[in-house]
């Protein structure tokens, strides 16, 4: 491992809105939380993985994968974070490097690929992802991508997260500081108001951020940018301006808020978009942070009048299914804030949360489960497809919520199952998400399917009728 990239990494360890980090000494906060890696450690996505979910949904930057072409078998497609504009971001470009590449080097093939990219598709940026293959043989990305920018007149940004760096969560910050160190203060925006906003962590999944966004202008709040769904390079450079960050989900870019609060002095605080009382909670928050920068006090009323309207509309038209959920139980194995944002949500609907997984949760996350479900929270560090088999087999849970990768337990076990997660085909966020999340939820488990594959097969009852008495 270089030593730039080793010394990136325990910057993004070495992170002041720990509170753990926050506890130790200066030596021993520059060490950050890193552990030696073990073999297996980027099961489930690796550094570079992370990265490329993470910075992807920036749409008109054409997203460059300097390795071979495997590397960019990496799919967005099937994670639905939706543009309302520019499709660029759907296209997979890459290098493509060979065997004689990994001998020679592969500098002047990744250079030709940017003026080839340039040339073609006119993108705001290019993003250029380092891989473990280039990375071992020393491909020094960063000069090819500063060479390019002055030879081209065009921002291209080197993203130095090889996958064998560490985990996906790992290449999540890895991406977030390429966005600090080379895009986030080097442009300004066209104008500037009281009541703009940056919202880190959210993806747009299947439009989510489209649900949140009508409820922010009808107060007048703007979302300067979005980091990164549906998000655009300009918007991004000059984000630097906004008066209030949101963050959505800690795990992924925290360091981005922590950083912008260093050099800029922008407050950042943590919120959720799922569930009506997180909803409310979050638009309360917002105009709270902003009045307290310098916009107008009569903020803090109108974002309560916009909160009676909705919440009133929202348990109004979740109140029959409130009745026939009663008492139903959930297994939630997911992560980050959807560990505890999503619990307050179903707990609205009238279900049980059985259990709830951490593995991808801060401690901060961790702390807010509490909150909700009380010290006695079921909380699954990593809970083994064998045991999620168990509790659904022993009905300790009526529907599990989770991945795709965890479908096919639920539907072993004939129990109901829906996606929570990235690959999910319904936008869960804002009031109206909540409504769609829980009719989702009433369909899978009232569905009639269910009644007929747990009944015995035709042969299994021929079998028990032939069996002497």
Known sequence: MLPSL?????????????????AKDEKARKK???????PGAAAGGCAFDGAKIA????????????????????????????????ELYRIGFTTDINELDVIYGAEKRLFKAIRQILDTQDPAAVFVYQTCVTGLIGDDIEAVCKRAAEKFGR?????????????????NKLGAEALLDYVVGTMEPEYTTPYDINIIGEYNLSGELWQVK?????????????????????????????KVNMMVCSKSMINIATRMQQRWNIPFFEGSFYGISDMSMTLREIA??????????????????????????????????????????VLLITGGVKSWSVVSALQEAG?????????????????????????????????????????????????????????????KARMPWMDINQER?????????????????????FNPVWQQVRAPAPWEDTAQAALPV
């Open 155 to 171: 921002p291209v940004i080197p993203v130095n997260a090889p996958g064998f760096a560490g985990p996906k969560n790992l290449g």
């Open 351 to 411: 279900l049980e949360v059985v259990g709830t997984s951490v593995k991808k949760s801060t401690r901060e996350d961790k702390e807010k489960i509490k909150e909700i479900m009380g010290d006695d929270a079921h909380m699954i560090d990593d809970l083994s497809p064998r045991e999620m088999y168990a509790m659904l087999r022993d009905a300790k849970a009526d529907i599990m919520l989770s991945g795709g990768r965890s479908q096919f337990v639920a539907l």
């Open 425 to 445: 085909h319904y936008a869960f966020a804002g009031y109206e998400g909540m409504v769609t999340m829980i009719n989702e939820i009433d369909k899978a488990i």
């Open 214 to 242: 009508p409820m922010l202008d009808a107060l007048g709040i703007r979302i300067l940018s979005c980091m990164s769904g549906d998000g655009r390079y300009r918007e991004v450079a000059s984000a630097h301006r906004a």
């Open 6 to 22: 080793k010394d990136k990494i325990a910057q993004v360890f070495d992170e002041p809105g720990c509170e753990i980090n926050q």
């Open 32 to 38: 950050g939380c890193t552990k030696q890696l073990t």
């Open 288 to 329: 709270r942070l902003l009045v307290e920068q310098g916009a107008d006090a009569e903020l803090k009323d109108r974002t309560e009048a916009l909160i009676a309207v909705e919440e009133a509309r929202a348990y109004e038209r979740i109140r029959a299914y409130r009745q026939r959920l009663a008492g139903k139980k």
């Open 55 to 86: 910075l992807q949904p920036i749409v008109d930057v054409a997203h460059l994968v300097h390795g071979p072409i495997a590397c960019e078998g990496n799919s967005w497609d099937n994670r639905h974070s939706a543009s309302s504009g520019s």
